[in-house]
Each structure stands twice: as structure tokens, then as C-alpha cells.
């Protein structure tokens, strides 16, 4: 007779609402007892149906909480120039303590060299290499953490998963995610291995993971047999796949194949309201950090 068990769902969108609640309280705080009120500056390039959804968000969840939202939106054929003139305004307005630029950006357009121009001690994005080379070295600390990482490290915490010694997988060395995410777990003592498009035998190293972190954006990558039992899986992939019987034409999915890996998993992120609202709930916490750094509060 096999036994089947079922994990542990890991709520994101409750664990975000709880931290939206929990920052509402401290931007509260602090304008009633400074006036300070946090700004938060979005710039969107381009027309992306999803990059517009996500911007929209963040600009409702900052109402939500009482953080002042800045935006800027330039068209798909404007230059790096542009991009870095409104950088450099948001950089020196005093009202804006953090800035972030939507991405991904046009082609035509040198990531690198706008994410340069965002001032360190505005980057709640964390993407500014220092922040990055920071969040890399022993001893130094960055001011910022990119969001979706910090939103998977604070899904572990918050359902008291233990990292330290423990073996870690992360599927995915992007910038944004993957890259950030094998860092951190690293910084919380526990042993990773990177798995990405060029690793021989993937199934091999992601069977020996107690933590796993996927940000393929392979749909349905991972099979439940490819997970050890008991594993903690954090399923970072949003990819969309036709579906006939939704109003949208295409439903979301994770590289996780969640049916499969619910029953070996001990815990495991759904997709949608896993990771996903954890990135905005983060940005918003961030944010909080940056005013408070600023403005030396407690
Ligand atoms: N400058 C940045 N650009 C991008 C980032 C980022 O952190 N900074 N991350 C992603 C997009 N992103 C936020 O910008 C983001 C992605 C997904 C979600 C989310 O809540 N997803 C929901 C599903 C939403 C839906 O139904 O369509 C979920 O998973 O439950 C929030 C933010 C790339 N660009």
C-alpha cells in the first residue's frame, strides 16, 4: 500500500495582505508622528499588457498603505536618455525614497546603463550592482534586496522552514530571481547549487534539495518525482498556457507540476498565490526601509 501525503499550501496572498496590513500601521506611525509620508516612483517604458498590470498594482497597493506614488510613462521608442533624465528628477526629489524602473525594457534599450542611474540609497529594486555585489560578500550587507527573492526567503521564515544546513536548489541564475535567491539562502548558512539551462543531469542535483527555489519560467518543468519527499518547494515561475475554459484564454502555472509535487513536497508555493504578491508586498517593505533610512527613524 503507498501512503500518500499532502503538503503544507504556502499562502503568498495571505502572507502578503498580513505585511501590507503590517506596513500600513508603520507608514501610519510615521506620519503621525514626523508628517513624513513615503513616495515610491514607478517608470514604465513601453506598453507591455503585463508590465502595465504590474505597475498598476504597485500604484494601488501604495494607496493601500499610504505610501505616495510618483509614475512616469515614456513610449517604446524613447532613448536611454530619456529614461535617465526622469531617473536623475526621482533621484533628487526629496519626496521620493524609492524608485524602481519596470522591466523587462525595450530592446533597443542598455539595461544595465538605466539601472546604474538609480541612485543606491532609492534602489528598492535592489538591482544597482552594488547592492548586488553587496548582497554577494561576506561581512557587507546591501541596503536593498530584489523583491521576489526577498518575498521567497520571507515565505521560508514566516512558515518557520529552517535553512541553516540544509541543501538548497535554485532553477534559474536571472538577475532578478535566481541569481539573488541561491545568494540569499546562502547568507542564511544553507549549502546551494545552482541548476540552469547548461547543467547536466538537473533531476540528479534538484532530487538531493531539502529547499527548492524554481525560476525556470518553464511551464511545468519539475515533476513530483523529481523532488525528495519532505522537500519545501518555492515555485517562482508565472507562466501562462492556453486555456480554452478560462474567460482570458490561458491560465497561469509554475515550473512546478503542482498535483504531482502536493503529494512528495512537505510545503509547497501554488501559483497563482504563492510567490507572485510576496514581490509587491516586498517592494512596499522596502520602500519603508528606504524612508527610514533616509530620514534616520526608527
Ligand atoms: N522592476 C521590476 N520589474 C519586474 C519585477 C520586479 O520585481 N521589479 N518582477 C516581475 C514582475 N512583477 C513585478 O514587477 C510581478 C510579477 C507577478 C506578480 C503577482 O502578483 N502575480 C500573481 C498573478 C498575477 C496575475 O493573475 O496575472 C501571482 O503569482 O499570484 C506581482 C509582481 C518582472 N518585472
Request: aromatic content about 4%; charged content about 20%; some cysteine.
Amino acid at each position: 500500500m503507498t501512503t500518500q501525503s499532502s503538503s503544507i499550501i504556502i499562502d503568498g496572498k495571505l502572507v502578503a495582505k498580513k505585511i501590507r496590513d503590517e506596513i500600513a500601521s508603520e507608514v501610519a506611525r510615521i506620519k503621525g508622528s514626523t508628517g513624513i509620508v513615503p513616495g515610491l516612483a514607478v517608470i514604465l517604458v513601453g506598453s507591455r499588457k503585463d508590465s502595465q498590470t504590474y505597475v498598476r498594482n504597485k500604484k494601488k497597493a501604495c494607496e493601500e498603505v499610504g505610501i505616495e506614488s510618483f509614475e512616469a510613462t515614456l513610449p517604446e521608442d524613447c532613448t536611454e536618455e530619456d529614461i535617465i533624465k526622469h531617473i536623475s528628477d526621482f533621484n533628487s526629489n526629496p519626496s521620493v525614497h524609492g524608485i524602481l524602473v519596470q522591466l523587462p525594457l525595450p530592446q533597443h534599450i542598455n539595461e544595465e546603463k538605466i539601472l546604474n542611474a538609480v541612485t543606491i540609497e532609492k534602489d528598492v529594486d535592489g538591482f544597482h550592482p552594488l547592492n548586488i555585489g553587496r548582497l554577494a560578500m561576506q561581512g557587507r550587507d546591501p541596503l536593498f534586496v530584489p523583491c521576489t527573492p526577498k518575498g521567497c526567503m520571507e515565505l521560508l521564515h514566516r512558515y518557520n522552514i529552517e535553512i541553516k544546513g540544509k541543501r538548497a536548489v535554485v532553477i534559474g541564475r536571472s538577475n532578478i530571481v535566481g541569481m539573488p535567491a541561491a545568494l540569499l539562502l546562502q547568507r542564511a548558512n544553507a549549502t546551494i547549487s545552482i541548476v540552469h539551462s547548461k547543467t547536466k543531469n538537473p533531476e540528479e542535483i534538484i532530487r538531493q534539495a531539502d529547499i527548492l527555489i524554481s525560476a525556470a519560467g518553464v511551464p511545468n518543468l519539475v515533476r513530483g518525482s523529481w523532488l525528495k519527499p519532505g522537500a519545501v518547494v518555492i515555485d517562482v515561475g508565472i507562466n501562462a498556457v492556453d486555456d480554452s475554459e478560462s474567460p482570458r484564454g490561458y491560465k497561469l502555472v509554475g515550473d512546478v507540476c503542482f498535483g504531482e509535487a502536493s503529494s512528495v513536497a512537505s510545503a509547497i508555493t501554488p501559483v497563482p498565490g504563492g510567490v507572485g504578491p510576496m514581490t509587491i508586498a516586498m517592494l512596499l517593505s522596502n520602500t519603508l526601509s528606504s524612508v527610514k533610512r533616509i530620514h534616520d527613524l526608527k
